[in-house]
T-cell receptor, first 114, second 115 residues
């Protein structure tokens, strides 16, 4: 079984709809991240959480919100989706601490906003 | 501001040759770098990392070189195989306000291995 899972894997929605992307991990990591990837671009950080009570904005948080429901779950919401939020979204986790910086990524969610 | 970028968007190599993928960064305070590989339809996978107090680190068929003077790092893949075809990203760790770190990714280089 995959250590980091994302649901749904693909989603098509309309402008103005509320969308939630879910991420779950079985690695026991404290740190979780949401990124978006656009064609020809690298990954850009949306939000990150270093533990259940910690939420931090990344470089492109506008139009998004997150919820860290438990250590293993980190969800990303688009309150009112717009077409330029069409992208590939990745969740990642890391253990944190000294020498433990490697991030493990989920398979991605492809979101299309019409 | 900080930025991480790659010199070439696409690199084509013959199977069996060595590949060199380059990356420039601008945040001189960054103390840790990672190379990721992303195959089509999948999330990024960790390849190798290097700390700023090192100038070279070797893994299995891969070597990362860091030149802090010119803020440049490279990923060398020996005896490139078809399975190495993917997009490669460099990423740097930077400190964030209030403690902790975040990862800033470059735009990626597409490596194509020709048979």
């Amino acid at each position: 079984d995959a250590d980091v899972t994302q649901t749904p894997r693909n989603r098509i929605t309309k402008t103005g709809k509320r969308i939630m992307l879910e991420c779950s991990q079985t690695k026991g990591h404290d740190r979780m991240y949401w990124y978006r990837q656009d064609p020809g671009l690298g990954l850009r950080l949306i939000y990150y959480s270093f533990d259940v009570k910690d939420i931090n904005k990344g470089e492109i948080s506008d139009g998004y919100s997150v919820s860290r429901q438990a250590q293993a779950k980190f969800s990303l919401s688009l309150e009112s989706a717009i077409p330029n939020q069409t992208a590939l979204y990745f969740c990642a986790t890391s253990g944190g601490g000294m020498g433990n910086n490697e991030q493990f990524f989920g398979p991605g969610t492809r979101l299309t906003v019409l | 501001g900080e930025s991480v970028g790659l010199h070439l968007p696409t690199l084509s190599v013959q199977e069996g040759d060595n590949s060199i993928i380059n990356c420039a960064y601008s945040n001189s305070a960054s103390d840790y770098f990672i190379w990721y590989k992303q195959e089509s339809g999948k999330g990024p996978q960790f390849i190798i990392d290097i700390r700023s107090n090192m100038d070279k680190r070797q893994g299995q068929r891969v070597t990362v070189l860091l030149n802090k003077t010119v803020k440049h790092l490279s990923l060398q893949i020996a005896a490139t195989q078809p399975g190495d075809s993917a997009v490669y990203f460099c990423a740097e760790f930077s400190r964030v306000t209030g403690g902790g770190n975040k990862l800033t990714f470059g735009t990626g280089t597409q490596l194509k291995v020709e048979l």
